[in-house]
């Protein structure tokens, strides 16, 4: 696969995961002093890229300092196993809740692939490697960590899983937020700005948290959001104030939708929900091209709700 990535400024580089499509998800390669981390990893076929990147800029394997995924969703952890492979030196950081899934992976692939078939976990995941727990350090809230002399602050962001993180980078006044700020695909942006998806992939939306956790990713005043789905967004306060009506609609969405067949009725709804939307951002998509971009992410946001409601009904 051909190398992708784009220069952030502040010793912060974007790269692309080749996850499905371009423009999906990425990671980001933080360096500075001789030293570098790494913030998600994509999955196994991100780590070539990751590898040549770092071959690129100079720097050696055993210069990362950490792997930081930021969940353990696959396409933030996948390539997690591999790379501390490949990175002598590196420290996993991971949440309480996920580092027991990224030392033995057997209830991340059962749970992938009932979501998304084992075809589908092969060609997109392949083979899940796991990390000695010796390597392994539980990112507590407020933990915070020295890579080539900048300090990252780990904050406890439950809402869209319950194992997640978000780093706070005072040099670059940036959040690292993985799903927790949402998706927005650069080509869903019009001059109104990035077009904002809340993404409650399955199982542990949980709106009350959300809320929360989106006002504390606005309290130290960030200038902008590294986003996993996909890049940087500039100017984050009016994104959350979208983002926390999303939350409400949502839930609006699952108290209207059929009990017998809630997920039918929830798949409608957003798709209804999202194409109004962007008709409003200014985003003139046909049916194909919504669909390319979209539809994957609303099935895994109606099957995330349906668990949701099943908890909850």
Request: one cysteine or more; glycine letters at 8%.
């Amino acid at each position: 696969m051909k190398l992708s990535y784009r220069d952030l400024g502040h010793g912060i580089t974007c790269i692309e995961a080749h996850f499905q499509r371009p423009n999906l998800a990425c990671c980001y390669l933080l360096e500075g002093d001789g030293e570098a981390a790494l913030i998600d990893t994509g999955t196994n076929n991100t780590v070539p890229s990751v590898m040549e990147l770092l071959e690129h800029k100079g720097l050696a394997p055993h210069q990362v300092k950490y792997v930081i995924p930021t969940h353990v969703h696959l396409d933030h952890a996948g390539g997690a196993g591999e790379l501390m492979e490949r990175l002598p030196e590196a420290r996993l950081l991971i949440h309480p809740f996920g580092a027991r899934h990224m030392t033995d992976p057997a209830k991340l692939i059962a749970g992938a692939t009932a979501v998304y078939g084992e075809a589908q976990f092969e060609r997109d995941y392949g083979t899940l490697i796991p990390i000695d727990p010796a390597r392994v350090t539980e990112a507590g809230d407020g933990l915070e960590v020295e890579i080539g002399g900048r300090t990252l602050v780990c904050l406890d962001t439950p809402g869209h899983a319950r194992h997640h993180i978000c780093l706070w980078d005072p040099r670059s006044r940036g959040m690292f937020t993985g799903d927790t700020f949402g998706i927005a695909y650069p080509e869903l942006a019009t001059e109104r700005g990035p077009f904002m998806l809340l993404p409650t992939t399955p199982v542990q939306f949980d709106p009350e948290a959300w809320h929360q956790t989106i006002d504390r990713l606005l309290e130290p005043q960030p200038e902008r959001m590294y986003l996993t789905h996909y890049c940087s967004v500039e100017n984050p306060a009016p994104l959350a104030a979208w983002l926390h009506r999303q939350i409400d609609d949502y839930v609006a969405i699952v108290a209207r939708a059929d009990p017998t067949t809630p997920y039918a009725g929830i798949y409608s709804a957003l798709l209804d929900y999202h194409r109004e939307a962007l008709r409003n951002h200014g985003c003139a998509l046909d049916r194909k091209g919504f669909d390319d971009l979209l539809a994957m992410d609303i099935g895994l946001c109606a099957q995330g709700l349906e668990v949701w409601l099943q908890r909850n009904g």
